[in-house]
């Protein structure tokens, strides 16, 4: 079992940059792959970026590739969103989720994870 609160959301410029971390529970977070999802209201939860449990594999999204960077650190049991060129279109509440994995790999869907944290708003501004 394992929960994960998410911080570092909050108002920002066009162009500006957020890191978001989310926080894990558990002493087996290294065993977990991670990911960080989107969603504005009455749109479907999107994906952003997903994580290997090592943090040596990672995927981004093609709206976010080349902007955001996810990372993952073990020793303090959280991983990263670092979000940078903000454009309106990003404002949305951001979640992170995790799945308890026996190997290696990312993974994009919803279905794929277990845990959810309670999701942190991010409105980037025009």
């Known amino acids: 079992q394992v929960q994960l609160v998410e911080s570092g959301g909050g108002l920002v410029q066009a162009g500006g940059s957020l890191r978001l971390s989310c926080a894990a529970s558990g002493r087996t977070f290294s065993r977990y792959a991670m990911g960080w999802f989107r969603q504005t209201p009455g749109k479907e939860r999107e994906f952003v970026a997903a994580i290997s449990w090592s943090g040596d594999s990672t995927y981004h999204g093609d709206s976010v590739k080349g902007r955001f960077t996810i990372s993952k650190d073990n020793a303090k049991n959280t991983v990263y969103l670092q979000m940078t060129s903000l454009k309106p279109e990003d404002t949305a509440v951001y979640y992170c989720?995790?799945?308890?994995?026996?190997?290696?790999?990312?993974?994009?869907?919803?279905?794929?994870?277990?845990?959810w944290g309670q999701g942190t708003q991010v409105t980037v501004s025009s």
């Open positions: 989720a995790a799945r308890l994995v026996t190997g290696s790999g990312y993974f994009t869907k919803t279905y794929h994870y277990n845990y």
